[in-house]
């Protein structure tokens, strides 16, 4: 991982490769030291470091600030599972009534390149259909066509690229993105990938004045201290930045479970059992910031950063049944089969069904918007009836701290 953020800001294009043909060869390597030691990687070494430091910025020729402007900054985050619905996402954050009209939105996993999102460049259709503003910072070049049922998907990646994004009407500036350190080795498992999770951070130049915009995703298979340890990354060097309020928002994997490994999961579980599943599911699952990751959330608070009245509380933003066939094949690929039993057993002590809260938002120097509450956006479908998403959307709507406010607009 480099240990520098030397981000190369270009066009939508700069992306493009010729590497997977070369990925036959990478993927019979069983770990990244072993990878980066072969004199097999070190030809294209430098063309993966060059996609892996590269922030696409796009601006759409009719991009505009079509939010109405007052003092209120709407956010959205919402981790779009690849964007393998994409054009049923368009239509809900072109229509629905609770996602329509952002001025900011904090999106996570989007494809460029990949079969199993019809090799569609996600950032830059939604950037397109929405008329805005964009960035994209890729964080993996996926070896391999995904995890579970992804893998099954026909046809085959062209760039096999995966990332985040930030959209708004309102200009970018100060662009950039911040590398932050895997949990777990990315060549070792059935999903192997080249590069490690990135923040994206900008200033959005807002009609009620300029805020810095963060979209993170944090690691999934890691400890909750590994969690803690990249969250801490983001905000020492947001601590380095000139002060702007500033809104971090997104996918921040508060599973509440140490992942790092199959047998770190599974004594996970019996924990849980032990504590009363009806109990962690009620009061845990939906309450991370309670006990299980209340490290994170306390590192926040130490820097200033308010979450409390930016949340949904209790209500989780991912929901596992065990009769979800997809869900059981990508579980499969990093708990071993024997486990399936244990944990269907312990779900149906709810009622076959748990639900999560991953996806937060945290601000400092702003505050929720007087008269508006979060919210998150349940059962978004598609015209087939299927999920958009494995996760729900969340909003937030607030205002800045009046010294970095304008006084030129009106109230809302």
Known sequence: MQSQEKTIVAGPQSLDHDLTRHFPDLISFES???????????????????????????????????VPSTKIVRALAWNLERGNKLDGILDALRFDELLKYRDVLLLTELDYGMARSGNRAIAHEIATALKMN???????IALQKGSGVEAEVEGENTFSIHGLAMFSPWK??????????????????????????????????????????VTVHLDVHCSREHRRRQMRRIVEHLEGLPRLPTLIGGDWNTTTFNAQTAGHAILGYARRVLMGIRNVAKHHFPHPDRYFEKGMFNDLARHGYEYKTLNDHGVGTLHYHVESIEKNTNLGDWVPEWCFKFIF????????????????????DLSIAPGTRPATAQELRGEDGEPLSDHDAITVEFVLDSKYGSSLLPDA
């Open 134 to 140: 964009y960035a994209f910072a890729p964080v993996y």
């Open 345 to 364: 057993w312990a779900a149906r002590r709810v009622g076959g069904s748990v639900s999560v809260k991953l996806d937060w938002f945290a601000g400092r």
């Open 32 to 66: 990244t030291e072993q990878l980066h030691a072969s004199p097999v990687f070190a030809p294209f070494r430098a063309e993966v470091d060059r996609i892996l430091s590269t922030v696409v910025l796009g601006a759409p020729a009719a991009a505009s600030g079509h």
């Open 172 to 213: 970018l500036t100060n662009v950039h993105a911040v590398p932050l350190a895997n949990g777990k080795d990315k060549m070792i498992g059935k999903e192997k990938r080249l590069g490690w999770l990135r923040a994206l951070v900008a200033d959005i130049e807002h009609p009620a004045g300029t805020f810095r915009a």
